[in-house]
């Protein structure tokens, strides 16, 4: 089956500097959104894109994406969990395609394994994501000193694209009863009891979020098309 991907870039993305929110800027001469636009619609299981801009961004978003198209443009909300809703709440009303992957901008390359990988999952799960383990120590900072370790065993790092079937992840975010605000999908699935399925992430998928990220991004890049 197909899937439809949406496209969250409605935040402000001030940690990565520069006057642009980082969803619009280059990534060796492409903003971000056109590269996790092409990255997703490479994959011959993706029907189409739905992308969620913040209010007012829509211009910007056209002129960014060059001529790429997209089944919706829709307008997010003042979180991710709801800008989030209100693209599902677009692929909803196009009527057709019973999956979605979820998607930042912020993360502009999407290796095609990965979304094999989540599209396979997705037979035998409602959810799954990509997930990479963590090397590093993990710990508190105890007011400037070390405080104490978080034992890393079986941790995750949880990244997107993220891969649902449409009816139970609309079910989700509809509803979501209020509370401390999620900062991903499928932990609102797994809060219904629905078992999320990992998959074998990558590191090519970490999040844009500072403007030495950018740099890291550009390596891989030249370092994929060489
Ligand atoms: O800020 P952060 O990097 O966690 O945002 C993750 C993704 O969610 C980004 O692609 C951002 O544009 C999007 N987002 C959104 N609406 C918000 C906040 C974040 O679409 N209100």
Redesign the pocket.
Known sequence: TDMIAV???????E?AGGGL???YRALAGLPLIAHAHDSLMRHPRVAGVVL???EGAEEMARAALDGRPVLAMVP?????????AAGLEAVAALGHGDRVLI?????PLIPRAVIDRLAAALDDAAGAVPVLPVADTLARGDQGALGDIVPRDGLQRVQ?PQAFRLDAILAAHRGWAGGEEP?DDAQMLRALGEPVALVAGDPVLD???HPADFDRAETWLAAASS
């Open positions: 496209i969250v870039a409605a935040g402000r993305g940690r929110p980082k969803q969620v801009v913040a997010g909300g003042a979180t991710r969990r709801a800008s989030v998607h930042d901008a912020a993360r997107t900062t999040k844009i979020t």
